[in-house]
């Protein structure tokens, strides 16, 4: 009998860079594609070397892991393009879900393919497109802005910009504004506006707030705020 062929898209190639989604809190989710790959190239380039060990001990797999993070990430982006241009096998990860989605990611893809090296995406969980697909609102189209700058007045003023746009907001907020932020919301949009406020996404609290903006506000007093979150504002027209 033949043996079954190998699937080449699990092997990770020479020269390649890999950016690969991990988790967003249920291991589980982590794909055939991301465990094969993460376990057999020659450097895993992560933001938390002990979140990405602790990841991959669980999953059994051991590889020489290198810091890449906010913090490091210019001269990190430019070395691991080295190692790429050497023949060197290097997946990029974030400590939860898709790198380059406000976490980071985007320098060292560019300075590879700013030297033309191959650049291979190995998709996965993504806590943003996970809300859209479960939360109601439109997902005709979307801007995804991140995270706003921390000062009210820059959230504010990015809440009165976009206050008739036509598609829906996305955007990730920490524990420590989410209140703040909320009701920025229905200072700038109003109390009717239809928004979602998403936490723990694909964890055991997963908990999902949809509903007019005043009141969802409400509900989010009597909710624990641990996490982080992410907020969809509707189209002003849109009604649930």
């Not at 790429?84 to 290097?90: D, F, L």
């Not at 790198?99 to 700013?114: E, K, Q, T, Y």
């Not at 650049?119 to 706003?148: E, Y």
């Not at 209140?179 to 239809?194: M, N, P, Q, S, T």
């Amino acid at each position: 009998m033949t043996a079954p062929t190998p699937n080449a898209s699990l092997v990770p190639q020479p020269g390649h860079l890999y950016v690969v989604a991990t988790p967003i809190g249920n291991l589980a989710d982590l794909t055939e594609r991301a465990r094969a790959i993460l376990g057999a190239v020659d450097v895993v380039a992560c933001e938390d070397t002990r979140t990405t060990g602790t990841m991959l001990n669980r999953l059994g797999l051991h590889r020489e892991l290198t810091p890449y993070h906010e913090h490091n990430e210019a001269e990190a982006a430019d070395r691991l393009a080295d190692l790429v241009a050497s023949g060197k096998s290097v997946a990029v990860v974030s400590d939860a879900g898709t790198p380059g989605l406000s976490d980071p990611g985007f320098r060292v893809v560019r300075a590879c393919r700013r030297r033309r090296l191959p650049v291979v995406p190995v998709p996965g969980a993504c806590a943003v497109v996970s809300v859209l697909s479960a939360a109601g609102l439109p997902t005709n189209g979307f801007l995804f802005a991140g995270f706003l700058p921390p000062k009210s007045s820059a959230r504010l003023g990015f809440l009165e910009k976009y206050r008739d746009f036509d598609y829906t907001l996305a955007l990730y907020e920490s524990c420590h504004r989410i209140e703040k932020f909320a009701d920025e919301i229905v200072e700038v949009l109003g109390a009717d506006r239809v928004v979602c406020i998403a936490k723990e996404v694909t964890k055991v609290h997963e908990t999902f707030l949809v509903g007019l903006a005043g009141d969802v506000r409400a509900r989010l007093s009597a909710q624990s705020l641990k996490g982080e979150f992410v907020v969809l504002i509707a189209p002003r027209d849109f009604v649930p």
